[in-house]
């Protein structure tokens, strides 16, 4: 199909998608991993590990930490974990699970593009399968801003699964049918972020391929960063704050 026909079901697919994924953060928060889980075949979890074996800590803070999954792992793997979710839902099912695992955390409600943290606060910061938000100037702005000089922003922005094994070849075919025709995906333009050396990678993984970035932080400590104009009151909601340590932006340790 061309022409006009075509790009109006583009743009149908599209609206569709936005409206299914807000449910998923939203109403449906408490399905997300099942979905995850069907739709990528298990390996979604090992693509989240793949950020994880990237980090240096062990102060790291996790951007759209969603429902808690890989922040379970990071605590139980002995990082210093804050992490931060602008949706009330998701960080419902995060803040379950992880008062279930019995580890401090720290759990705080707020978008990338205005990080409630003081300067350098982090060894690392990551996001798995992100929004929009992870390619949006003011999240790098904020990101070099929380880092400490030498640290890491490990992004894994996508998945492909390896078309063996009926399991996979489901998953993919569900894909396809809903998320429309599948190729590996070419590098996100980035916005450029004086500050930051930036390398893309991919990792393989036993089902499939993580896609991914680490940005390291170049910028000395004393240079500061230039960051745009925030609302504070619009980030600062802690839903949840279990650690010995409430301050989130206690400085260096
Ligand atoms: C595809 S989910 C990924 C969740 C989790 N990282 C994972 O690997 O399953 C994207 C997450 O980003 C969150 N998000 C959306 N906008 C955001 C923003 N501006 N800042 C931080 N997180 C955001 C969503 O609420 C959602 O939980």
């Known amino acids: 199909m061309t022409g006009e026909p075509a790009e109006f079901l583009r743009c149908l697919r599209v609206k569709l998608l936005r409206t299914a994924f807000g449910a998923l953060y939203g109403p449906l928060a408490r399905v997300y991993d099942l979905i995850t889980v069907l739709f990528f075949a298990g390996e979604w979890a090992r693509w989240q590990a793949v950020a994880a074996g990237r980090l240096a800590g062990p102060k790291i803070l996790e951007l759209g930490s969603g429902t808690g999954s890989l922040a379970v792992r990071l605590i139980a793997a002995g990082y210093d974990y804050t992490g931060l979710e602008p949706s009330p839902a998701m960080l419902g099912v995060g803040l379950r699970r992880l008062r279930a695992a019995g580890r401090p955390f720290n759990l705080v409600r707020g978008r990338a593009q205005q990080l409630p943290f003081?300067?350098?606060?982090?060894?690392?910061?990551?996001?798995?399968?992100?929004?929009?938000?992870?390619?949006?100037?003011?999240?790098?702005?904020?990101?070099?801003?929380?880092?400490r000089p030498?640290?890491?922003?490990?992004?894994?922005?996508?998945g492909a699964l390896k078309p063996f094994g009926l399991r996979r070849r489901l998953a993919g075919f569900a894909q396809r049918l809903i998320l429309g025709p599948r190729e590996n995906p070419a590098p996100p333009g980035l916005p450029g972020m004086p500050g930051f050396r930036v390398r893309f990678w991919e990792e393989a993984t036993p089902g499939g391929v993580a896609f991914g970035w680490e940005a390291t932080r170049v910028l000395p400590?004393?240079?500061?960063?230039?960051?745009?104009?925030?609302?504070?009151e619009q980030n600062r909601v802690a839903v949840g704050t279990e650690e010995t340590d409430a301050d989130p932006g206690g400085g260096p340790q």
């Open 150 to 158: 030498g640290g890491r922003w490990v992004v894994v922005y996508a």
């Open 221 to 232: 400590a004393e240079v500061p960063v230039e960051v745009p104009a925030a609302d504070p």
């Open 118 to 147: 003081k300067d350098q606060t982090f060894n690392s910061v990551l996001a798995t399968f992100p929004t929009d938000y992870a390619l949006d100037p003011a999240t790098w702005a904020e990101v070099l801003r929380v880092l």
